[in-house]
């Protein structure tokens, strides 16, 4: 069985720029999420989906930040402008169902300049 | 605010003793307790898990306790290894959501 998989593995981008994220869940799970690292700190929760339905957004910081999951598989992550406090490390994680158990990806390296 | 919080940021051990990792958390309504390992240039690995209405939990060489009166998480490792070196979270789910971690302690093995 494939992991969750993140593209790109690093992306350096100028203040003011578009940047979007993808993530493929593990087959079948129907439950992603995003989580975020900046420097220093610890991993944060950004968003949920069931499918293609956002389940809880509470932790995206501002509306820069779009999260799409069209048709209930893979996801999108859209930062548009950035800033350069975006800068951090982008980890999206995938579970089957409501259990607990979920699964990360290896996370994108944002570097905004 | 809800928040889950590591004692040390730091330990070191000697190869073959065992390490012990602990975690403070703040949310009382949390239910679930999970142990990540996080190596370089990868996401966080799942090590271990512990529900509410359990106190300890034993994996393959670790080992979590969960306090709830003093509301405190700890991973002990037995014989620790090198390959354990990395960066240990622990975080805090209410309810199968969102996972609050904390801010994670880096574990050195000296061989």
């Known amino acids: 069985e494939a992991g969750v998989t993140q593209f790109p593995s690093h992306s350096v981008i100028e203040k003011g720029q578009t940047v979007t994220l993808r993530c493929d869940p593990i087959?079948?799970?129907?439950?992603l999420y995003w989580y975020r690292r900046v420097m220093g700190k610890e991993i944060k929760f950004l968003l949920h989906?069931?499918?293609?339905?956002?389940?809880?957004e509470s932790g995206m910081p501002n509306n820069r930040f779009l999260a799409e999951r069209t048709g209930g598989t893979y996801s999108t992550l859209k930062v548009q402008p950035a800033e350069l406090e975006d800068s951090g490390v982008y980890f999206c994680?995938?579970?089957?169902?409501?259990?607990?158990?979920?699964?990360f990806g290896p996370g994108t390296r944002l570097t905004v300049t | 605010g809800e928040s889950v919080g590591l004692h040390l940021p730091t330990l070191s051990v000697q190869e073959g003793d065992n390490s012990i990792i602990n975690c403070a958390y703040s949310?009382?309504?949390?239910?679930?307790f999970i142990w990540y390992k996080q190596e370089s240039g990868k996401g966080p690995q799942f090590i271990i898990d512990?529900?509410?209405?359990?106190d300890k939990r034993q994996g393959q060489r670790v080992t979590v306790l969960l306090n709830k009166t003093v509301k405190h998480l700890s991973l002990q490792i037995a014989a620790t290894q090198p390959g354990d070196s990395a960066v240990y979270f622990c975080?805090?789910?209410?309810?199968?959501?969102?996972?609050?971690f904390g801010a994670g302690t880096r574990l050195f093995v000296k061989a």
């Open positions: 994680a995938s579970s089957r169902d409501r259990t607990y158990e979920q699964y």
């Open positions: 087959s079948g799970h129907d439950n």
């Open positions: 989906f069931v499918k293609e339905s956002k389940q809880d």
């Open positions: 949310n009382s309504a949390s239910d679930y």
């Open positions: 512990i529900r509410s209405n359990m």
């Open positions: 975080a805090e789910n209410i309810g199968g959501f969102k996972t609050i």
